[in-house]
């Protein structure tokens, strides 16, 4: 009967065919020739080599040689030289790029001339061999520098920074002058959808210095005082020449009259001084003129005035004196030679007296607040000097009203202007 045990020598490259006959055991061996291994260049690293670049223009230098390990068919092997002329590598080595690219520079242009070329990266996408026989793929972008990083700083106080994209920004330095925008203005009185242009408004652009900018007014041109701009909610409306705008004629049919109807004032005539002789004229006088703001209220035209006659003017003769204007509305007298004249009136002595309007201004419209009282008197070398004392209207009581429109809730209302009651005003509704 017989055994067969097949198992590695250990010694050797052969095998042990253990046949069981009366105790003996005989050894088996691969045959002669049987391949057991290869390898690049000999057993001991020697071979032939060629020099070969990869896709990236790079040398390297690989063996073409392969060897053969081959059993002996005693246990043993031996190597054979397989090499012939333009055979392919056994493998290549590390590094040997087969296939991608490598992208190492960045070429800007800043915008006031200062280019150039500046390497920022490496920007890598490859296949490359591991040198076992394996492969590695392998992309990204490495060696960059970080943000901010300054490329030039000699344009206009500027700096050119490299970003993390490869892109690059030019910063200018705080308070560096860019450029000037101009902005339209508008005003809404009926809507925010129904604009009215009423001017623009220009802006200088300073850089911030860190890649922003910041913005300072620089100049207006608004629309003059009276310039239609439109229409709406029954009313033309008209630029104020400030930026802003007032409401003009009323044209819907509310009963009221129409805006700029004439209601009172606008009487004129002759101002004069009392004399023992009679009245004498020194000047000429016009009264304010109120109009219809088409909304049941008035403003007033802000146009009275007093027009002396210059200083030195004869107005008359009484009593032995001529008299002339001060150019203020008074007088002053001198002897006329006639012998009639008992010499000079004395200090303090009444002559005549007068009365002007004192105004305010309320959105480019004049109104009257009070009134200055003032009596001419003697001052006793045949002139005179005035004396006289303002009262203003009483707390409260209204000077001028206007009809508005909040922008923002669409909303009509009056405004009720009111004298403070010491010179100034204030608004209710």
Sequence with gaps: MFNKLLRTNGIGNGFVDSLTWGGSVLPYYPAYGTYISSSCGNSAGIGQYDVVT??????????????????????????????????????????YVYDGFVNTTLSWSAPNGDNGTFVWGEHWDVNYYDGTGGSIHEDGTFNQYEYGYVISSNDAAGHVVNLQNGNWAFWYGYGYYLDQEQQSVYVYPCSIVTPFYVGWNSYDIFADGAGGTYSSFADY?????????????????????????????YTGETGYPPYGTYLSGGNGGNYTISTACGDMIVGDYWDDVDYADGNGGY??????????????????????????????????????????????????????????????QINNVTVNIGTYNYDNLADGN????????????????????????????????????????????YATL
Excluded: K, M
């Excluded at 054979?80 to 290549?92: H, I, K, Q």
């Excluded at 041109?221 to 909610?233: A, L, Q, R, V, W």
């Excluded at 707390?395 to 009720?416: A, C, K, M, R």
């Design 54 to 95: 990869d896709a990236l223009g790079t040398q390297f230098s690989v063996s073409v040689e392969v060897w053969n390990q081959l059993a002996d068919g005693i246990g043993g092997s031996f190597w054979t030289d397989s090499y012939t002329s333009n055979v392919s590598p056994c493998f290549y080595p590390y590094g």
């Design 382 to 425: 045949c002139g005179s000097y005035q004396n006289g004392s303002t009262t203003w209207y009483s707390y409260g009581e209204e000077v001028w009203q206007e009809t508005v429109l909040d922008p923002y809730s669409g909303i009509w209302f009056t405004l009720h202007w009111r004298s403070d009651g010491n010179g100034g005003v």
């Design 299 to 360: 403003y007033n035209d802000g146009t009275s005035y007093y027009n002396y006659l210059s200083y030195g003017t004869q107005v008359g003769n009484c009593g032995g004196y001529n008299y002339f204007s001060d150019g203020s509305g008074g007088y002053y007298t001198e002897d006329d030679g006639s012998g009639g004249g008992g010499g000079c009136p004395s200090y303090g002595t009444y002559e005549s007296s007068g009365s002007y309007n004192l105004t305010y």
């Design 221 to 249: 041109s608004y629309e003059p005082y009276g310039t239609f701009i439109g229409n709406c909610g029954d009313y033309n409306y008209y630029s104020n020449g400030e930026g802003s705008y007032y409401q003009g004629e």
